[in-house]
């Protein structure tokens, strides 16, 4: 009996000892990893800015607001700018040039920045931020058609930037305007010279978070395409020839492509209410505290070895009490 006793008491105390300290180990080990490729100058590669490579780390996305202008009428211009800078941008400026007789007629939303020459202007003009807002910055303009205007324009633009150093620009940016009765119809856009846009996407309805593949069809005859920029009909923008947009929050979404050739010329695609997105409902929570207690965590393996001293204690006293007792009734 003090024979069996004792083996089985080592027994557990050494298989117990051994699986705490290989579980704690194994948590321990990513947050090792997570040390070692922590914010580390020798372990973190840098980046082109960070290495003074000539590539802008600003980038500028425009797009029409809503379908094509109207000859006499307003069109409204959005512009998204966004940062990979290392250092941080410390000043912020954006240079837009509009078509000829094309008037400014302000900024209508977003982080507003000074604008010079000012309201009713047009050719060159120069928006400034003071305080450079947070990244991404976006705002929108707009701007008046001349009454006898009768072909697609392009505004095109580029941001001024600066960090520790001397100023820097962004590569040039820009979105072509179309005329008409307001777009938005299906199909294809109809552009001059055999320049179409034209576009796709892999998925047209689903619950949200949907995300959507779009691929760009468009022809453009002799002339290639040098710019793409597309309108998802969330706020969200992208400069990608086929972009990939996931939609967050569900509503019905129009989405838009603007096409630019090396000859300047273009053309537009709206494809209303393209997309619809509903509400998640069911499975929502689904998978919540899936794997619970699964595997070794570093904060629940702490907590657990605790436990398991505490009990291992109180184990070792049970085990001396029947010792004491063995030897006690069966001195020999």
Not at 64 to 76: D, S
Not at 189 to 204: C, K, P, R
Not at 243 to 271: C, M, R, W
Request: net charge negative; with cysteine.
């Amino acid at each position: 009996m003090l024979r069996s006793t004792k083996v089985l008491g080592g027994f557990v105390l050494y298989r117990s000892l051994i699986g705490l300290l290989v579980c704690y180990i194994v948590a321990l080990v990513p947050t090792v990893e997570a040390q070692t490729n922590g914010p580390m100058s020798d372990h973190v590669p840098m980046s082109d800015s960070q290495k003074g490579a000539d590539i802008p780390c600003v980038t500028v996305a425009h797009a029409l607001a809503a379908g094509c202008a109207l000859p006499g009428g307003e069109v409204t211009i959005n512009v998204t700018l966004t940062s990979a800078c290392d250092p941080v941008v410390q000043a912020l400026g954006l240079r837009e040039s509009l078509p000829d007789g094309w008037i400014f007629k302000g900024v209508s939303s977003g982080d507003a920045p000074d604008v010079t020459p000012g309201v009713d202007s047009t050719g060159i003009l120069e928006f400034a931020w003071i305080d450079v807002p947070a990244f991404p910055v976006f705002f929108a303009y707009n701007v008046q058609v001349p009454v006898n205007e009768t072909a697609l324009q392009v505004i095109s633009g580029m941001a001024e930037y600066r960090q520790t150093g001397g100023a820097a620009l962004s590569a040039d940016t820009a979105v072509a305007v179309c005329l008409g009765s307001g777009g938005g119809g299906e199909g294809e856009g109809e552009g001059g010279g055999g320049i179409v846009a034209a576009f796709d996407a892999d998925i047209l309805s689903g619950n949200a978070p949907l995300s959507v593949q779009f691929t760009d069809h468009s022809s453009f005859g002799a002339s290639a395409i040098i710019w793409w920029s597309w309108s998802f009909g969330d706020g969200e923008f992208s400069n990608v020839q086929h972009p990939a947009h996931t939609y967050a929050t569900p509503g019905s979404y129009t989405v838009s492509l603007s096409i630019i050739t090396k000859e300047n010329q273009g053309d537009v695609l709206f494809q209303s209410n393209l997309i619809a997105v509903t509400g998640g409902g069911e499975g929502e929570g689904e998978g919540e505290g899936e794997g619970e207690g699964e595997g070794c965590n570093l904060e629940t393996t702490r907590a657990a070895l605790g436990q398991a001293l505490s009990d291992l204690f109180l184990l070792g006293i049970v085990l001396l009490v029947l010792l004491n007792w063995r030897v006690a009734t069966n001195p020999h």
